[in-house]
């Protein structure tokens, strides 16, 4: 079973605050993935990294940013939060091998009022 | 075109059917595959890995077409639990990873 946290699980807040969306694994994963989905549609991959110090912007243009300054932290930030950022988020990490698949978070309901 | 397609159903079928699903992959370089199950409003879940020999695990069986580039998923007897968006994934290069956009299974008593 894989070994990846996000938190918090539900979030509702108001327009224009600062918001920090935590993900941590503790399997040594190096790579790690940021994805938001909107209920009953596809998952988009809007950040990802292969590494500390290491960030990617994903398919999907996004106004988060994030970081890597530990391996087995990769927080999601949104500096001015947005009706239109209400979504579900979800972190997932790999391996550094190349075969290996990817294991996902519970996931951030994000709600902006 | 989509890198990785699915027919994005519903598939509606009562308890105890048999379901295939098949996804379809455009980058001939693709090397790994996978099926993820995913319920409402809930994360991925690995379900397994796909094999050119052809994997099965209980009730399901992956299967791997390299020459026609598509991947199948069997459910055999299938239950109300299996009831969920089964998702296509494909890996390449060992670092670009594609989702299909699932397709929805309702399995009906």
């Known amino acids: 079973e894989a070994d990846i946290y996000q938190t918090p699980r539900y979030l509702v807040i108001g327009t224009g605050k600062k918001i920090t969306l935590e993900c941590s694994q503790t399997m040594g994963h190096d790579k790690m993935y940021w994805y938001q989905q909107d209920p009953g549609m596809e998952l988009h991959l809007i950040h990802y990294?292969?590494?500390?110090?290491?960030?990617e912007k994903g398919d999907l243009s996004s106004e988060s940013t994030v970081s890597r300054i530990r391996t087995e932290h990769f927080p999601l930030t949104l500096e001015s939060a947005r009706p239109s950022h209400t979504s579900q988020y979800l972190c997932a990490s790999s391996e550094s091998r190349g075969d290996q698949p990817q294991h996902f978070g519970d996931g951030t309901r994000l709600s902006i009022l | 075109r989509k890198e990785v397609e699915q027919d994005p159903g519903p598939f509606n079928v009562p308890e105890g059917a048999t379901v295939a699903f098949n996804c379809t992959y455009s980058n001939s370089a693709s090397q790994s595959f996978f099926w993820y199950r995913q319920d409402c409003r809930k994360e991925p879940k690995l379900l397994m890995s796909?094999?050119?020999s052809g994997n099965e695990d209980g009730r399901f069986t992956a299967q791997l077409n390299r020459a026609s580039q598509y991947i199948s998923l069997l459910i055999r007897d299938s239950k109300l639990s299996d009831s969920a968006t089964y998702l296509c994934?494909?890996?390449?290069?060992?670092?670009?990873?594609?989702f299909g956009a699932g397709t929805r299974l309702f399995v009906k008593a």
């Open positions: 796909v094999y050119s």
């Open positions: 994934v494909a890996l390449t290069g060992g670092f670009k990873t594609i």
């Open positions: 990294s292969y590494g500390v110090n290491s960030t």
